[in-house]
Each structure stands twice: as structure tokens, then as C-alpha cells.
């Protein structure tokens, strides 16, 4: 549910500095952990007919070892499993807005981790964090993806608790458009660091599994909204 606050107006006149920003990321992976239903459910659709699919492998093992049926076998590997997804709403899947901040934050203490900000000359930390905002076009904190459903890949991951197959959606070129709102004027974020902000960021990527190269982004537009 939205709603609007008696203070819409003033929040206008606060946060007047805006940008309109579109990155086309050219894999963008999900980092949500489902719950056991979810998992579930996504098993019972995609298992079936490629016996060299690495599910439906481990779900015949445990069939095999255990003497269950497919469909506790089915739940038993759920259990195991981790399967990272994407947040749904009315209009299909959705990326959320702090999770673009959160790249946005890496990205500015990346820059200039010792440089002060505004009047009261904040760290980068703090000053990025309390006084840029990110926001969906249409809901505070929905990006919509434009898509209802995306395809799974599969990894092998090593932690210190030992190996396991991670399992992670992903949509390719995908378009990530929203709003940045600031109250720092082009005296304090000039034009110059919003440009290094975005230069750096590029590179280091937005989304779940950047350490093996995916998230990486172009900003295709970035412009003032008046």
C-alpha cells in the first residue's frame, strides 16, 4: 500500500536535486534466499526431463539412497538447497532500491574514502548515506525488471563449511531505471563525481555474485530531472 505525506510538498523542496539513471546490466543475478516452499515449488516445475540437470541428478540420488518417492525426495532436497531469487509484486519480478544505494555507497567510499563532505565535512560513509536516495519510478522501492519469471543458473560454490551447488536467477541485459534524490547541490556532488561515482561503479557491478565477474553495468542515461 502507498500513500502520500501531508509533507509531499516540502519533501519536493528538500530533495529538489533529482536524476533520472538507467544502467543496462549484462547479468544481473538475484540474492534473495527463498523460502522451502519456494524452492519446492521451483523444483517440481523445472525437474523432469534432462537427466544431466544437476538437481535432478541429486533428487534421483536421494530417491536411490534414501527409498523415498519423487516428491519426498523432492522436499528432502529443498531442504538442502539454497535457491537466491528475485522479489515479485502485482507487475512481475522487481529489484529493490536499496540494493542500487547499497552499490552506490560501495561505489562513493571506493573514490574517496577520506574526502569530507558539505558544510558540517561528514566522511564519505555517512554523508553518501544520509543525503542520496534511491527511488523506483513508480514505488518508493520497486525497480520493475519487466519480466514474471527468470531463468536459474547453477554454480558450484566453496565456503569454509565446504562445497554446494548454488542455484541463483538471473536476467541478461537488464534494465535498471529509477531516481536518485539528493538535497547536495552541484556545489557539493559536482558533475565531475557523479561521473567518477558512475565510472567506478561500472566496474565494480550491482546484484549478487560480482566476485565471479556478473553485475557489471553501462549507465545508458543519467540526467536531471528539472
Given amino acids: 500500500m502507498t500513500a502520500t505525506s501531508v509533507f509531499a510538498d516540502t ?3 528538500k530533495y529538489k536535486y533529482r536524476y533520472h539513471a538507467t544502467l543496462l546490466v549484462d547479468r544481473l543475478v538475484a540474492g534473495i534466499p527463498s523460502t522451502h516452499n519456494a524452492v519446492e515449488g521451483w523444483l517440481k516445475k523445472n525437474l523432469g526431463l534432462d537427466n544431466a540437470n544437476l538437481l535432478a541428478e541429486k533428487v534421483a540420488e536421494t530417491m536411490i539412497e534414501l527409498g523415498l518417492d519423487r516428491d519426498d525426495a523432492i522436499d528432502k532436497v529443498a531442504s538442502e538447497l539454497k535457491l537466491n531469487a528475485f522479489k515479485r509484486d ?3 519480478l522487481y529489484f529493490e532500491g536499496r540494493n542500487v544505494k547499497a552499490a552506490i555507497k560501495e561505489a562513493s567510499n571506493i573514490c574517496w574514502p577520506k574526502r569530507s563532505w558539505g558544510p558540517t565535512r561528514k566522511g564519505t560513509k555517512s554523508y553518501w548515506e544520509e543525503h542520496v536516495f534511491v527511488e523506483g519510478e513508480h514505488h518508493r522501492d520497486h525497480i ?11 554454480r558450484f560454490v566453496h565456503t569454509w563449511r565446504g562445497s554446494g551447488i548454488q542455484n541463483e536467477q538471473y536476467i541478461d541485459d537488464a534494465k535498471l531505471s529509477f531516481i536518485i534524490l539528493t538535497d547536495a547541490g552541484p556545489d557539493i556532488i559536482t ?4 561521473a567518477e561515482l558512475w565510472t567506478c561503479g561500472e566496474q565494480q557491478g550491482i546484484g549478487s555474485s560480482r566476485g565471479v565477474g556478473y553485475g557489471r553495468y553501462t549507465v545508458i542515461d543519467w540526467s536531471p530531472i528539472t
Fill in 11 to 13: 519533501h519536493l523542496t
Fill in 90 to 92: 502485482d507487475n512481475g
Fill in 144 to 154: 520493475p525488471l519487466g519480466v514474471t519469471e527468470a531463468p536459474v543458473q547453477q
Fill in 191 to 194: 558533475d565531475d563525481d557523479w
